[in-house]
């Protein structure tokens, strides 16, 4: 009885001890200036990781197509490395694509708008990624890429349920690299033929940028509504780091110049996120999944600017604001029946709200509630 008494009064003096610590930071917090509180969130969350459970809602909803390759982490660096080496292009699928560039000649002398003008994306040759080391490192994917072109590219986009032989070009080619994609060239052939660089926008209004894709200039998600940044890499974005190396970062800035128009400030520049990257099973494509909340720029003024821009204009048909909430966003397609979302678009959304303090730290309970409540084919 004695020994009980005493683990009682220890247990209780341990409960007190607890809660006068407790009482000690709510007062710290209570104090603390707002800035520093901000502050501390951001702090707190370049830590954060999220462990999705593929058997979750949104698991079932979006990640039955998606693979997070490097899981999920506020601050994942990523990197790409040139392989100079030659393309290891399978014959059939050389084939393909040099008619896809002879009907895209032909449309261009009949006038008719073509699928592409001069772009040279690169392929992906190999994905390495290195673990989470001691010291809470940043978790790093090296992607190396080769120099292609756009008609390669459509084969992994258009042409995969082509008939080559007695099957088809996915089941041929792809069904083993859909099966494990972190080995990006099975059996040594290069297959996939673009990186996509996709980048959740935030302004300061606190709404997401949407983008309406151009159907008859995009090869994929025509008509759809999908990341307002989003793209190849290629030339035409790709800017270099010191050690001549294309950058992640810099070249994120240059495709937010290019399609919304925006030449973001230096602050903005350095609060740019990677969160994981992501291999698409419907169409075999690999991206990066990002965020970057424009400080400074409101909605009016943004779209402002984008009417402006080529490139914004050429590849969207509209941009569209729904605020920075899941309710918000499951609320307009169900308002807009003939709508539909990416789910590569809604994913990077969800990982938004569930990442940046300044978006909430939504849970991912309270995100799937919502999830619950969207119609039927809303996605694509």
């Known amino acids: ?68 390759i490097t899981g999920v982490d506020r601050d994942c660096n990523i990197i790409f490395k040139i392989d100079k080496s030659p393309l290891n292009i399978p014959n059939d699928l050389l084939l393909i694509s040099k008619r896809l560039e002879n009907e895209n000649n032909d449309r261009a002398a009949k006038g008719e708008p073509p699928v592409y003008t001069d772009l040279e994306p690169y392929a992906v040759h190999k994905i390495v990624i290195t673990r989470e080391k001691e010291g809470n490192e940043k978790p790093e994917c090296t992607v190396h890429i080769k120099k292609s072109s756009f008609f ?63 159907i008859n200039t995009v090869s994929t998600a025509g008509g759809c509504i999908h990341m307002s940044v989003g793209e190849h890499l290629n030339d035409d974005v790709l800017d270099y780091s010191s050690d001549g190396q294309p950058s992640a970062t810099k070249s994120i800035v240059k495709g937010i110049h290019q399609e919304l128009g925006i030449d973001i400030s230096e602050e903005d520049k350095a609060n740019i996120h990677f969160y994981a990257v992501g291999f698409a099973k419907s169409v075999c494509q690999y ?44 609320k307009y397609l169900n308002d807009n029946p003939n709508a539909s979302m990416t789910k590569f678009a809604l994913l990077n959304a969800c990982l938004a709200l569930m990442m940046e303090p300044e978006l909430g730290n939504i849970s991912q309970t309270k995100i799937e509630k919502e999830l619950g409540n969207l119609r039927q084919g809303a996605l694509v």
Request: glycine content about 6%; overall charge neutral; proline content about 2%.
């Open 287 to 330: 991206g990066v999944l990002g965020f970057v909340h424009l400080s400074d720029v409101t909605n009016m003024e943004l779209y402002d600017k984008w009417k402006l821009s080529k490139d914004g204009c050429y590849e969207s048909k509209e941009i569209i604001f729904i605020d920075a909430k899941i309710k918000s966003i499951v």
């Open 152 to 214: 390669h590219s459509l084969i992994t986009i258009s042409a995969l349920d082509e008939v080559v032989g007695n099957t088809t070009v996915r089941k041929k080619y792809y069904s083993e690299l859909i099966e494990n994609p972190y080995v990006a060239s099975p059996g040594g052939k290069d297959l996939v033929h673009a990186f996509g660089l996709n980048t959740m926008v935030l302004t300061k209004d606190g709404s997401f940028v949407f983008a309406i894709r151009n």
């Open 1 to 68: 009885m004695e020994s009980f008494d005493q683990f009682a009064k220890m247990a209780w003096e341990f409960i007190q001890d607890v809660c006068v610590i407790q009482s000690f930071l709510a007062l710290i917090w209570l104090l603390l200036p707002k800035y520093w509180k901000e502050k501390l969130k951001i702090y707190i969350c370049h830590f954060k990781k999220v462990a999705f459970n593929e058997k979750s809602k949104l698991g079932e909803m979006l990640l039955n197509d998606i693979k997070l």
